[in-house]
């Protein structure tokens, strides 16, 4: 017993050192992804208020390019709007589609606090539970993939940003259908990798990688980004470098897209997985 | 001593405003971000007992957690921190030894002194923080460059923040 006290005593840095060590440890491997961002989120509604009035003035400076941005995606939605009604107007015998149902809903929400440059990025944005979000959620920045959302609280989620080591996506070349995996090499916070692409396909820079909506999260056909360079690893598979289209600097004006057949899918699939 | 301990409680809180309100919004490229609230760590005094400078890591870096919302890095790399402290300071006391009740700051032991021991510790809390953050040795040198270049802005602002401590 004195021999331990002696020991315990001459090695005490030691030994509060190891504890204190193992409890950071500890936390980083039960968490850094959404447990814990949720925990923390609550303990952030100290920061999150300072964040929102940062975030405002960024908005305020960045007004021209973001009324642009509208303008145009009005421009398309009612081109898109057109077509339909004239389409419409052509077919002689009107179609009544009883079977369809809206799959996607969309909603919109602003960043109130974002970073590019760790390895492992979250975002956060200003609605949560009460405005309809849940986790799982897509979210992009109109157009583009930006991430998944992986907690809400009341008034806010956090989303996964694509920049962060941890997040895979499910994409194609869009000229010819074959699908990789997406992911972030933590390099640059404008290009991505992907990889699976095997090495007979044909494809050249300034392709377009989108979406394939196999991963049941985002819709198919969100525009991830272009082809800015690729090279042959190993004997299979390209590594093929993706110049992201999103600007994740100035994230600001965010969609949040949610799959509304997606629960009845997995309750579907419970029965026989 | 209530005093001083009332000093150290304001520095505290200056630095982690300054870390996550300033500095955590830094982002120069994808490679730096300086984290200057170690400067607490460095600070506090010569002859504070091992155990205690070893708590008062953890709650610091614990705090820098919460409000970047990274779960047990920051605590981690800044235990390591203290850890390390008290060898460092042994190795590389001055002729005279440190003053009784003094901090190890620049106007005491002079500017080399503190440089010096700025770097060791700076280096070694990156190094640990940014491993622990990719937790893979997969790039080991894009991860080094990234502790390196990190460092020598930590430095400069530490040293920076050192002098207008001085002038005021």
């Known amino acids: 017993m004195r021999n331990l006290l002696n020991f315990l005593a001459k090695y005490n840095h030691l030994i509060i050192f190891l504890i204190l060590e193992g409890i950071a440890i500890y936390l980083i491997s039960n968490g850094n992804s959404y447990q814990n961002a949720r925990i923390i989120k609550g303990i952030r509604g100290l920061t999150t208020g300072i964040e929102k009035k940062v975030s405002n003035t960024r908005t305020y400076f960045h007004l021209r390019e973001i009324s642009q941005s509208l303008a145009r995606e009005n421009a398309i939605l009612r081109n898109t709007l057109e077509r339909s009604v004239n389409r419409n107007d052509l077919s002689f015998s009107p179609l009544v589609d009883t079977i369809h149902q809206q799959q996607y809903s969309y909603s919109t929400a602003e960043v109130v606090s974002n970073s590019v440059n760790r390895q492992k990025n979250f975002f956060t944005l200003n609605k949560g539970r009460e405005q309809g979000l849940s986790v799982d959620m897509a979210v992009t920045d109109g157009k583009n993939a930006a991430g998944v959302i992986v907690g809400c609280s009341e008034n806010y989620s956090v989303v996964m940003s694509l920049l962060n080591l941890d997040f895979k996506l499910s994409a194609r070349i869009k000229s010819n259908g074959y699908f990789g995996s997406l992911s972030w090499d933590g390099r640059d916070y404008s290009h991505a990798v992907l990889n699976e692409i095997p090495q007979h396909v044909t494809f050249g820079i300034g392709d377009t990688i989108e979406t394939t909506g196999y991963s049941a999260v985002f819709p198919e056909g969100i525009l991830v980004g272009t082809v800015s360079d690729f090279e042959k690893i190993g004997g299979d598979f390209y590594r093929i470098e993706v110049l992201l289209l999103t600007d994740f600097k100035k994230l600001h004006f965010v969609n949040a897209i949610g799959n509304l057949k997606k629960k009845e899918q997995i309750e579907l699939e419970k029965l026989f997985l | ?168």
């Open chain 2, 1 to 168: 001593m209530i005093n001083r301990t009332l000093k150290f409680g304001l520095f505290f809180i200056i630095l982690v405003l300054l870390q996550v309100l300033l500095f955590n919004n830094i982002q120069f490229s994808g490679y730096i971000n300086p984290y200057i609230y170690i400067m607490f760590i460095l600070l506090l005094p010569v002859e504070i007992p091992g155990w205690l400078l070893l708590i008062i890591s953890f709650f610091t870096g614990l705090t820098i957690d919460f409000f970047s919302g990274s779960p047990g890095m920051h605590t981690s790399a800044t235990v390591v921190a203290g850890f390390v402290r008290p060898y460092i300071l042994r190795v590389i006391s001055p002729r005279d030894g440190y003053e009784p009740g003094g901090n190890p700051s620049m106007f005491a032991y002079g500017v080399r002194w503190f440089l010096i021991y700025t770097i060791v510790i700076v280096v070694v809390h990156h190094t640990a923080l940014f491993y622990l953050e990719v937790f893979r040795f997969t790039d080991f040198f894009r991860t080094l460059l990234r502790v390196l270049l990190s460092s020598l802005f930590s430095i400069t602002f530490i040293l920076l923040l050192e002098y207008i401590r001085k002038w005021k």
